[in-house]
Structure formats: structure tokens, C-alpha cells
């Protein structure tokens, strides 16, 4: 662990009860029976408590998407080539992809990172090179990277979440693009969960039953031949982990030091918030879960993180689709916690209390 990641998992702070406390509170004064707008309550108090503050705001949203490649490919476990990935990450800059649409809708920016795709992408304007090198070895053969590789994608994810921070971005979404990561991601849940690969293991992008066969065979084949430590987020980020997911995991802790909302994406994000938790378990409190994925390990991780999802809309695209959903839905909490009038103001009729019935 480098000098820079040590310092940054200090600076992590549990969130603070007394500014849980006042939220409720003041949820209380609002013109609503108590608890009436459900999870809305439960979303603006937790971002009032990250942000310390009873005016939050949660206008300015960043999707981080970092794309990279997977040598577990070779294995046969994915069935797109890995030159989509390249493919899609200029798909991203021309704003053709499913997270640009749906980013247009929920006022969210896209920041396309290249943190270790294997096709030659070249300088294109908009794109930011990352890459700590062409995509990981083969995990099924090799851990998938040296320490010095993980360390580099994890530093790299720290810069991407200091930037956004930096830039006054209130809210950081998590997005992924790499052919083959359902693969690492379901590696990674099944060492930390402990759970059996093929209870977490899924199709991906569209695998037959041929294929998810090979792919469960070849993560129990990686699992066993390193065996990973479960406790140790690092060992197992490099044995089977993937560039996308130290760095996503590096945005997870930066933006926790940072006091921002941090929101996960489906099953490849939330694999790779896991293992922010995994090395700082008070970062699980600036997560908000944007929606459960179909993908059999998605559950298992959210039950790993604390993490009720907003959504359960079927989606498993990643690439941060459903971080723009909740950063709508996150806005929308905000807004009548900010916005609504309390009794007093609105001249109405608070609850009696109950010393003040007659009988």
C-alpha cells in the first residue's frame, strides 16, 4: 500500500450521528406526515450528514467511467472480442453510448478514463490517458497484476476522484467498459464474499451456457491457484482484479475523504466499491447502491456493503447507467428537504402532542 493511499483511508471519517440527528429533525418541521416520502427521507438526511450542512446541494454530478481490458479473455469467457472495449470508449467521446443518453437526461457530465485498454486509441480529444498498461494478464495463469500495476490504478482513480472534487462536482458516479470484467468482478465477489463461484458468477454481455461453464471453470481455476486473502482487499485486487475496478476504487475513497456522495453503478462498480470497503469500511457511508443488477453476485456484494438499492429496473448494462437514474432521484430527496415548507412557515397544523388531547 503507497504512501498516498495510507493517507487517504486516514482521512475517512464515519459519518456524524449529530448530523443525523439535526436531518430528522428537521424532517420532522417539514409539511408531511413523518416517514411519508419513504426512502426520499432516508437519501436527503444521509447526503445532509456527508455534507454537514441543512442546505445541501447535489447539482453538479460527474460519471467516472474508466475503461480497461482483461487478459482472462483468452480464456474464452467473454463472448465479444476485446477490441470492443477500445470501440466503445470512442462510442463515449462521441456521446453515443447509454450513459451519455441518460447522463443528457439527469444533467450529469461523462469523464472517459483509459486505464488500461489494449487497442492503440491515440490521442483523442476528450479522453483521458491513464493506462497503466495494455489491459491485465491472465488471471486464470498469472494474478492478473504486480503491486506496482495495482498501486498505479488505484492512484490513478484517487487523481480522477481529487479532480472532481476539485472541479465542485457533488455527486461522483461509478461507470466501467471492459470486455471480460464480469469475469474479474465475479472473481473479486467470490474471494471476499467467500461465497461459491457459481452462486456469483452471471452471463455478463450475453454468455451461452457453454460459456458461463468455461467461465465459472476458469474463476475457480484463478481462485484456487492464488488464492487470494479475503481480508486483504489489495491481494485479491491483484491476483484477479481488473485496472477499472483499483480505480473505481480509488474514486470511492477519494470521494469518501472528500465528503461527497458517491454513487455505484451495477454489479462491476459495486465489485470494485467492495473493495474500497474491504480497506476502509467507514467509505461504505458515503455509497448510495443506484440500483440492483440481474447479475448473481450484484446482491451478494450489496448485502456485503450495507447497501439497499434505489432501483431495481432489470438494467445491467454498467458503464454508469444507473448512477445518472439515482443522481435524479438523490436530487429529487434533496429538494424536498430543502424546499418544502415547515408548519410554522406555511402556517399549518403540526401533530398535537399528545399531553395536549383531552380525555
Not at 489491459?135 to 495495482?150: C, D, F, I, L, Y
Not at 462498480?269 to 470497503?277: D, E, I, P, R
Amino acid at each position: 500500500m503507497f504512501a498516498d493511499l495510507e493517507h487517504v483511508l486516514r482521512q475517512i471519517e464515519p459519518l456524524d450521528a449529530e448530523w443525523a440527528r439535526r436531518a430528522e429533525t428537521r424532517q420532522a418541521l417539514l409539511t408531511k406526515p413523518p416517514g411519508s416520502l419513504g426512502r426520499l427521507e432516508e437519501l436527503a438526511n444521509r447526503v445532509v450528514t456527508i455534507q454537514r450542512s441543512l442546505t445541501p446541494t447535489v447539482e453538479r454530478a460527474r460519471i467516472v467511467v474508466f475503461a480497461a481490458d482483461h487478459g482472462v479473455t483468452a480464456e474464452g469467457v467473454a463472448p465479444y472480442p476485446s477490441a470492443v472495449t477500445g470501440q466503445m470508449v470512442a462510442n463515449f467521446l462521441a456521446g453515443g453510448a447509454g450513459v451519455n443518453a441518460l447522463a443528457r437526461i439527469a444533467r450529469a457530465e461523462v469523464q472517459v478514463v483509459d486505464i488500461g485498454v489494449a487497442s492503440d486509441l491515440g490521442h483523442v480529444a476528450g479522453l483521458h490517458q491513464r493506462r497503466v498498461t495494455a489491459g491485465t494478464r491472465n488471471m486464470a495463469r498469472e494474478p492478473a497484476m504486480t503491486r506496482e500495476q495495482a498501486d498505479a490504478a488505484i492512484a490513478v482513480g484517487l487523481e480522477m476522484g481529487r479532480e472532481a472534487i476539485a472541479a465542485g462536482v457533488d455527486m461522483i458516479g461509478l461507470g466501467e467498459m471492459g470486455i471480460g470484467n464480469s469475469t474479474a468482478a465475479s472473481a473479486v465477489t467470490a474471494a471476499l464474499t467467500g461465497l461459491p463461484v457459481a452462486s456469483v458468477t452471471g452471463r455478463g454481455t450475453g454468455a451461452d451456457d457453454v460459456m458461463l461453464a468455461r467461465k465459472i471453470s476458469v474463476i475457480e481455476q484463478a481462485l484456487q491457484r492464488h488464492r487470494p486473502d479475503p481480508a486483504d482487499a489489495f491481494d485479491v485486487l491483484v491476483k484477479v482484479g481488473g485496472f477499472e475496478l483499483a480505480g473505481l476504487a480509488g474514486v470511492v475513497l477519494a470521494g469518501a475523504a472528500g465528503r461527497k456522495v458517491v454513487v455505484t453503478d451495477g454489479f462491476i462498480a459495486t465489485a470494485a466499491a467492495a473493495l474500497a470497503v474491504r480497506m476502509c469500511p467507514a467509505a461504505g457511508e458515503y455509497l448510495f447502491a443506484a440500483h440492483r443488477s440481474p447479475e448473481p453476485g450484484h446482491t451478494a456484494l450489496l448485502t456485503m456493503i450495507g447497501q439497499e438499492p434505489l432501483l431495481d429496473l432489470r438494467m445491467r448494462l454498467g458503464e454508469g447507467t444507473g448512477a445518472a437514474l439515482a443522481f435524479m432521484l438523490i436530487r429529487a430527496a434533496v429538494a424536498a428537504f430543502t424546499e418544502m415548507a415547515t408548519f410554522a412557515s406555511a402556517g399549518v397544523s403540526n401533530r398535537a402532542d399528545p399531553s395536549d388531547v383531552p380525555v
